[in-house]
Every structure is written in structure tokens, then in C-alpha cells.
């Protein structure tokens, strides 16, 4: 083992290649209104509501590749120290309406 980690025989090439993973991230957001008053008593209706969510839409971090979360060794999967050999997480974006009669 110390043949391979001497820095005289490979010059410490990992070094270069090593990247601050630190990662802040914007995961989910929703926001959901409700529409009350006399437009309900004119459509004849009980309720409406109104959702809207974003998943994945933000990450601020220095490391150079996709999404430090997202990829084969990530951080769920006990392998730490290598990236790659997946795509981006990806975003989404969902709205919907509730109505009640």
C-alpha cells in the first residue's frame, strides 16, 4: 500500500481532482390558494383552490459536475469520494385546481 500512496512515484495526481462537494440545496416549494368570497356563491360552487410546487429548482455549490445528490454514488449509497456515471436530478413543476360543487 505505501507503493501507491508514495507522492514521489505518482506526484499526488488525486489532488487535482479532488472538488468541494458542499451543497446548499432548494428541494421543494408549493404554494396553494384558496378562492373565497361571492365569486363562489356566482359559479355556484362550495370551493376552489389553486397549487402550484417546484421540485429541484435551485442548488448553489462549488463542485464542478451535476447535482453533488444525484449520481450513482451518492449520498445514500455507503461509496464515498467518486462521482458520475449518471444524469442530472431533474426539475419539476406541477399546478393544479381543486374544485367543489
Not at 417546484?54 to 444525484?70: K, S, V
Not at 461509496?79 to 426539475?91: A, D, M, Q
Amino acid at each position: 500500500q505505501d507503493y501507491y500512496r508514495s507522492s514521489t512515484r505518482f506526484n499526488r495526481a488525486s489532488e487535482i481532482l479532488v472538488q468541494d462537494a458542499s451543497w446548499v440545496k432548494l428541494r421543494n416549494i408549493g404554494l396553494s390558494y384558496n378562492i373565497t368570497g361571492k365569486i363562489l356563491d356566482k359559479l355556484r360552487m362550495d370551493n376552489i383552490s389553486l397549487t402550484a410546487s417546484a421540485n429541484n429548482i435551485l442548488i448553489w455549490t462549488p463542485f464542478e459536475g451535476f447535482d453533488p445528490e444525484g449520481n450513482q454514488y451518492s449520498a445514500g449509497s455507503n461509496v464515498y469520494g467518486f462521482t458520475g456515471l449518471s444524469t442530472p436530478i431533474t426539475e419539476s413543476y406541477s399546478f393544479g385546481i381543486k374544485l367543489g360543487f
